[in-house]
């Protein structure tokens, strides 16, 4: 963005002022709550014994002090250096593992980040780092799009929500290997679904409908230019949550990603039920009694699901080209992404001669001959991950599930992990050397 | 068994499910005329200079005037402007001398031949021709793929 930093800080000066007050009264909040609740030591530094009152209170105190200093139009903001090296980190493949690690990080180190006073101040730090990047042109407009404000909030949703379950597994798994039931079979007591549930329901729908008033008078709905055939609006996107979908369809054909897979993720889902032979985590949060659904669920729901669509939302610009976070969108963005087929790298590349080819004239079944030959190393590959992998893993990693699902039940779940796996695979592939198609078969619209 | 109520109600149930049936098909065809004229002029071959596309006829037509070299000879050819992906209109990007989609990524060359993002097959030719008063014309009705190798029909391109 080249235009005048000085008027767009005063066109966000006021809202970043109550941003950073709003935050200062969250954290005294939070000490207000210590304070009543019993104040614990956190941590010693060199001699002093910091408790959580005194951090709380020293955080509500810094927020304070940013706030009128942001309302005078100088926030604190990212060095450049910083924003470069974010923006050349943000590609798809540092996105990836970056979230893969993360995840790692969150299971490995559960019993540390759940604690309390280490979320609170991770919240902090995600609130402060929002409040240093919104000061960037580029990224606030991407980020205050009325359309992605809800994605916003739905990243910090996630993240609450995770540290909930998250928090309440390691008190039960811990409560376990002490010998003592979950917590929600300690706390069980019954109430009543009139007044105690009518109740809380009715307060929930009048503060959803206030806030939903709110938002809809301050955010207004955006219009896009009029409908036309022959422009589409550059980049085209999705609904918030079709942009996993979406980006799905970068990598595969239509009929794969549009229809296929989304049916196969449907049907998987309706099939856990009757796949699952664990009767652990039955109504109480747990991980170490779950470890593989968790993990399977945790890649498929936030590997495979929220990172897409974050990607999709905040990273995938004009002709849906890739953007770091406070990158301008330049829709003249040159990216070299020369995609090839696997038979061309296979008869071009590693045997050096030309792609099989019908004669001219011949026959459609000569053809199709013809087709299947110069596909063949893409369907050997694909039907060997299908047919092959499975018996392979029911004798090595997936022994003892073996044991205990049977043939078929097996069979389903491996072809199902498979089929997830096939999607983070392909986008590696596409990425890294560049592969357009496994099995291209343009003729007869059957690539995959 | 047959005359019996049972039967009977069989057999509305199966006349019923037939009337739906040739109802939902009936579906499959609206009512709708195949709007512009299938066949339109485009002006004469001298009006497009060797390596350029010619953007004037995208919004009435849908269509591009290519002239550029496709197999070593420069031929002008009438390239929908439809990407073979999911449907979306490309753009052309002068600077880069390529169509870009904005909706997946999918990149293709002057000639209409996919090279980059997740397009399967290149952009598909309408037929054109000299019509009797030298002007070139387009007919929207007849397409050529060139997957089906049907760029080598005469009719899928104007030379000189």
């Known amino acids: 963005m080249h235009g005048n930093h000085e008027v767009f800080l005063s066109r966000i000066q006021m809202g970043l002022g109550f941003y950073y007050l709003i935050l200062c009264i969250l954290n005294w909040s939070a000490a207000l709550m210590a304070w009543r609740s019993g104040i614990r030591p956190l941590f010693k530094l060199g001699g002093l ?22 309302m005078m139009g100088s926030p604190p903001e990212l060095p450049e250096a910083v924003k470069h090296l974010i923006n050349s980190l943000s590609g798809p493949v540092t996105l990836t593992v970056g979230s893969l690690a993360g995840m790692a990080f969150l299971f490995l180190f559960r019993n540390w980040w759940t604690k309390p006073a280490v979320a609170w101040v991770l919240l902090n730090l995600a609130m402060f780092g929002m409040g240093l990047a919104v000061t ?5 407009e991407i980020v205050g799009k009325p359309d992605n404000v809800p994605i916003v909030g739905l990243v910090f949703l996630l993240g609450f929500f995770t540290w909930v379950a998250t928090y309440r597994a390691v008190i039960n798994d811990d409560r376990r290997r002490q010998g003592l039931p979950p917590m929600e079979k300690v706390d069980d007591e019954k109430v009543l679904v009139w007044p105690d549930l009518v109740y809380t329901e009715m307060i929930c729908m009048v503060a959803v409908t206030a806030l939903m008033l709110v938002w809809a008078l301050a955010l207004p709905a955006p219009l896009e230019e009029p409908a036309s055939s022959v422009k589409t609006p550059n980049p085209s996107k999705a609904p918030w949550y079709f942009l996993g979908l979406q980006e799905m369809l ?10 296929v897979l989304p049916s196969i993720v449907v049907f998987g889902l309706m099939a856990i039920p009757f796949l699952d032979f664990n009767k652990g985590g039955n109504g109480y949060y747990t991980i170490e009694e779950r470890k593989f659904s968790y993990i399977v669920f945790q890649i498929g729901f936030f590997e495979l699901w929220i990172v897409l669509i974050i990607l999709g939302t905040f990273l995938r610009g004009p002709n849906w080209n890739f953007f770091g976070p406070f990158e301008y969108w330049d829709a003249h963005k040159v990216l070299a992404q020369n995609n090839v087929d696997l038979s061309q790298y296979f008869w071009g590349g590693l045997l050096e001669r030309g792609m099989p080819k019908a004669p001219a004239g011949s026959s459609a079944g000569t053809e199709i001959l013809y087709i299947l030959w110069r596909e063949s190393p893409g369907i050997i590959l694909t039907l060997g991950y299908l047919l092959l992998l499975p018996p392979i893993m029911a004798v090595t990693v997936f022994r003892s599930f073996y044991a205990k699902m049977g043939l078929v039940r097996y069979m389903l779940m491996a072809n199902l992990l498979l089929l997830m796996a096939s999607l983070p695979l392909k986008m590696v592939l596409r990425w890294t050397v560049n592969l357009k198609y496994i099995i291209s078969i343009p003729e007869y619209f059957l690539n995959f | 068994m047959f005359g019996s109520m049972l039967g009977l109600g069989y057999t509305c149930l199966a006349a019923a499910g037939g009337l739906w049936t040739l109802g939902l098909a009936r579906f499959m065809f609206p009512n709708i005329l195949t709007e512009p004229p299938s066949r339109f002029k485009v002006g004469f071959p001298s009006d497009f200079a060797l390596g350029k596309v010619e953007e004037k006829f995208k919004a009435q037509f849908g269509v591009w005037i ?7 000879q420069p031929e002008i050819c009438a390239i929908r402007t439809v990407c073979t992906h999911l449907g979306c209109t490309p753009n052309w990007l002068e600077a880069e001398q390529k169509f870009k989609c904005p909706c997946h990524g999918s990149g293709f060359y002057k000639d209409g031949i996919n090279f980059e993002g997740p397009a399967p097959r290149p952009l598909e030719r309408y037929a054109i021709s000299l019509a009797d008063d030298g002007q070139l014309e387009v007919d929207k009705s007849k397409l050529f793929f060139e997957e089906m190798g049907q760029w080598v029909d005469p009719q899928s391109f104007y030379t000189g």
């Open chain 2, 66 to 72: 290519v002239n550029t070299e496709y197999n070593g």
């Open chain 1, 136 to 140: 960037d042109a580029n990224f606030f």
């Open chain 1, 49 to 70: 014994t910091v408790s959580n009152l005194a951090l709380w209170m020293l955080l509500g105190a810094w927020f304070l002090i940013l706030a009128p200093i942001a």
């Open chain 1, 250 to 259: 970068v990598y595969y054909d239509p009929w794969y990603a549009g229809v």
